[in-house]
Antibody
Framework: QVQVVQSGAEVKKPGASVRVSCKAS????????FTWVRQAPGQGLEWMGW????????NYAPRLQDRVTMTTDTSPGTVYMELRSLRSDDTAVYYC??????????????WGQGTLVIVSS | SSELTQDPAVSVALGQTVRVTCQGD??????ANWYQQKPGQAPVLVIY???NRPSGIPDRFSGSSSGNTASLTITGAQAEDEADYYC??????FGTGTKVTVL
């Protein structure tokens, strides 16, 4: 079984940065990496990007790529997502999900519990 | 275009069949994945690849694809299937989401 656990809620002021951590444990040998997704209040899912465990390759959403950085840690199965220059419309629940790729598709099969980030002055 | 378009809402009578569709150019080349999200909860993968269900997902959920359209079918919908459903393909975007109401 796989578990994905994220860090706790954050409250930040506009212009600040936030870093959210995500750790997968259990049967994770087939993990490709992590996808990050966010969901503003009452809105749909927004894809933010993903990071590969193998070589640290990243792929960011164009509208976020100048403010977001995803990194891996030496602690196995741990990744971080940093978002800079926060604005009020960055207020959302941030999810990480374990990404698995087989011969024909990639998918996000285990999701963290979500991390609420509130940006407010 | 990488956009994926879904109907905003559909309803189904208890025990009947409902189809949720997702349209987008990327679906001509890649299979869709489907995620179920209930209020206040994280999304859950229900269908991936050609038509695969993760462990624990009931077999009343199935997926199919034709051209630029992918479909999620719930055969014999249950009250607990009431949720938002999002599609996603290999591309960097989620569908707009469909709220499924079970009457």
């Amino acid at each position: 079984q796989v578990q994905v656990v994220q860090s706790g809620a954050e409250v930040k002021k506009p212009g600040a940065s936030v870093r959210v951590s995500c750790k997968a444990s259990g049967h994770i040998f087939d993990t490709y990496g992590f996808t990050w997704v966010r969901q503003a209040p009452g809105q749909g899912l927004e894809w933010m990007g993903w990071i590969s465990f193998n070589n640290g390759d990243t792929n960011y959403a164009p509208r976020l790529q100048d403010r977001v950085t995803m990194t891996t840690d030496t602690s196995p199965g741990t990744v971080y997502m940093e978002l800079r220059s926060l604005r009020s419309d960055d207020t959302a629940v941030y999810y990480c999900a374990r990404r698995v790729c087989d011969a024909i598709s990639c998918y996000d099969d285990h999701w963290g519990q979500g991390t609420l980030v509130i940006v407010s002055s | 275009s990488s956009e994926l378009t879904q109907d905003p809402a559909v309803s189904v009578a208890l025990g009947q069949t409902v189809r949720v569709t997702c349209q987008g150019d990327s679906l001509r080349n890649f299979y869709a994945n489907w995620y179920q999200q209930k209020p206040g909860q994280a999304p859950v993968l229900v269908i991936y690849g050609k038509n695969n269900r993760p462990s624990g997902i009931p077999d009343r959920f199935s997926g199919s694809s034709s051209g630029n359209t992918a479909s999620l079918t719930i055969t014999g919908a249950q009250a607990e299937d009431e949720a938002d459903y999002y599609c996603n393909s290999r591309g960097p975007v989620f569908g707009t989401g469909t709220k499924v109401t079970v009457l």
